[in-house]
């Protein structure tokens, strides 16, 4: 250019009068509307994310813990609803328990009041039992009652040994095994019915006492000798509630193509 200072000052002219505007200009004086978005940057020149959660994240966060809530309040009323019917069982078993203690102890009074009077001769003196001997069956009995296991299987392992001759040998025999099989030792379960059995098979818990041995073989996976002995109960006591057990029993097992 022969004339750059004319130029200069020609071109300070033009863009005085407005006739002239850089992209740069206009952009600022148009309040940044043209401007390109401003993105922040990361460590290392990345775009950095952004650090509030969108409202859908929020709305489904906040439905999840609703779902979560109405979840727990459904499994705490199972839990009650459970806990309840357990509670009721076992008083059910209590019940169940002092009923047939009251009922066999009445059984065996009567059974030598009974063999007196078909007697012509004079009738044997009843077997005398000791306050000591009552009470130490009377605690045994009321751990079983309770739900004390452990404590009632010692106690009429207790009994047996400390009375052999007394006439509610037969009957600590019984809850013995009952506690056993509650505890789930169907060894020992079994050879304690299997015992009272055979030393007295007239006893008045006889019928129970051969069921649970059909229960314990069931228990152990010994089916053949189960329906063996559940059939016995059938066939020797018909019409008591041990057949009928006995029966569903059997039942059960041909179901379960045992």
Same mark, same amino acid.
């Given at each position: 250019?022969?004339?750059?200072?004319?130029?200069?000052?020609?071109? %300070?002219?033009?863009?005085?009068?407005?006739?002239?505007?850089? %992209?740069?200009?206009?952009?600022?004086?148009?309040?940044?509307?043209?401007?390109?978005?401003v993105v922040e940057m990361g460590v290392g020149g990345a775009p950095? /994310?952004?650090?509030?959660?969108?409202?859908?994240?929020?709305?489904?966060?906040?439905?999840?813990?609703?779902? !979560?809530?109405?979840? !727990?309040?459904? =499994?705490?009323?199972?839990?009650?609803?459970?806990?309840?019917?357990?509670?009721?069982?076992?008083?059910?078993?209590?019940? =169940? =328990?002092?009923?047939?203690?009251?009922?066999?102890?009445?059984?065996?009074?009567? $059974?030598? *009041?009974?063999?007196?009077? /078909?007697?012509?001769?004079? $009738?044997?003196? *009843?077997?005398?039992?000791?306050?000591?001997?009552?009470?130490?069956?009377?605690?045994?009995?009321?751990?079983?009652?309770?739900?004390?296991y452990d404590r009632a299987a010692k106690g009429f392992r207790d009994?047996?040994?400390?009375?052999?001759?007394?006439?509610?040998?037969?009957?600590?025999?019984?809850? !013995?095994?009952?506690?056993?099989?509650?505890?789930?030792?169907?060894?020992?379960?079994?050879?304690?019915?299997?015992?009272?059995?055979?030393d007295q098979p007239g006893n008045p818990k006889a019928p129970d006492?051969?069921?649970?041995?059909?229960?314990?073989?069931?228990?152990?996976?010994?089916?053949?000798? *189960? &329906?063996?002995? =559940?059939?016995?109960?059938? *066939? &020797?006591?018909?019409?008591?509630?041990?057949?009928?057990?006995?029966?569903? &029993?059997? /039942?059960?097992?041909?179901?379960?193509?045992?």
């Amino acid at each position: 250019m022969r004339h750059p200072r004319r130029f200069a000052v020609w071109m %300070a002219g033009v863009l005085a009068a407005g006739l002239f505007t850089p %992209a740069w200009a206009a952009d600022a004086s148009s309040g940044g509307r043209n401007l390109p978005p401003v993105v922040e940057m990361g460590v290392g020149g990345a775009p950095a /994310a952004s650090s509030t959660p969108s409202r859908e994240v929020l709305a489904d966060l906040l439905q999840q813990l609703e779902s !979560l809530q109405t979840e !727990l309040r459904s =499994l705490r009323g199972q839990l009650e609803v459970q806990t309840n019917e357990i509670e009721r069982l076992k008083a059910r078993q209590r019940d =169940l =328990l002092a009923d047939i203690d009251r009922r066999v102890s009445e059984l065996e009074r009567r $059974a030598p *009041a009974g063999a007196a009077a /078909a007697s012509a001769g004079p $009738a044997p003196a *009843a077997p005398v039992i000791t306050v000591q001997e009552q009470k130490d069956y009377d605690t045994a009995f009321s751990l079983m009652k309770q739900g004390q296991y452990d404590r009632a299987a010692k106690g009429f392992r207790d009994f047996l040994a400390n009375y052999p001759q007394s006439t509610l040998r037969d009957n600590a025999r019984y809850w !013995l095994g009952e506690a056993y099989y509650v505890k789930r030792d169907f060894r020992k379960a079994l050879a304690e019915f299997t015992r009272l059995m055979s030393d007295q098979p007239g006893n008045p818990k006889a019928p129970d006492a051969m069921l649970k041995i059909g229960y314990c073989h069931y228990e152990l996976g010994e089916w053949a000798r *189960a &329906r063996e002995n =559940l059939n016995q109960v059938m *066939a &020797r006591y018909p019409g008591q509630p041990a057949a009928k057990s006995a029966e569903q &029993r059997l /039942a059960k097992m041909k179901k379960e193509g045992r």
